[in-house]
């Protein structure tokens, strides 16, 4: 009789700790695995191609490993964008939109475009592999005769 109580008093605690009730749900994952970019709302792709002179909006679209879309933690969260060589183009964030920046084009030529992610506006918590980007004249309007 008391090995049948030992029996009976392991399978109830191994059956309670089965199903504990004090296991949390996972934690959801705002740690970006990838991104994709925006420029005036049209997706675009490496290479990244602005002109001279022009300003646009850049708008990054952050996702995690899971494919999951980052925009709702964009209160709490940065995105960063940063050019090399710096003259290629002026950055500056939107206010309230920490995912997007008003870009102007400055000197034509080649170069890179850096993507970063962040809790504050240094957005340095992680950051992406350089893309390639260059610089192209404007075409300015057509000369009058």
Do not use: W
């Amino acid at each position: 009789m008391t090995s049948l109580k030992a029996v009976l008093l392991l399978l109830a605690t191994l059956l309670g700790t089965a199903c504990s009730d004090n296991e949390a749900p996972p934690a959801e994952d705002h740690t970006p695995a990838s991104y994709s970019l925006q420029v005036n709302d049209v997706p675009v792709s490496p290479p990244y191609t602005f002109v001279d002179g022009q300003m646009v909006r850049v708008r990054i679209k952050f996702f995690n490993a899971a494919q999951v879309d980052l925009d709702d933690v964009e209160s709490s969260h940065f995105g960063g964008l940063t050019f090399e060589p710096t003259s290629l183009a002026s950055v500056v964030r939107v206010t309230g939109h920490n995912y997007q920046f008003d870009v102007t084009a400055g000197n034509t030529g080649p170069g890179t475009l850096q993507v970063s992610y962040g809790h504050d506006e240094a957005a340095d918590e992680h950051t992406f592999p350089a893309a390639a980007v260059s610089v192209t004249p404007g075409g300015g309007p057509a000369p009058t005769q």
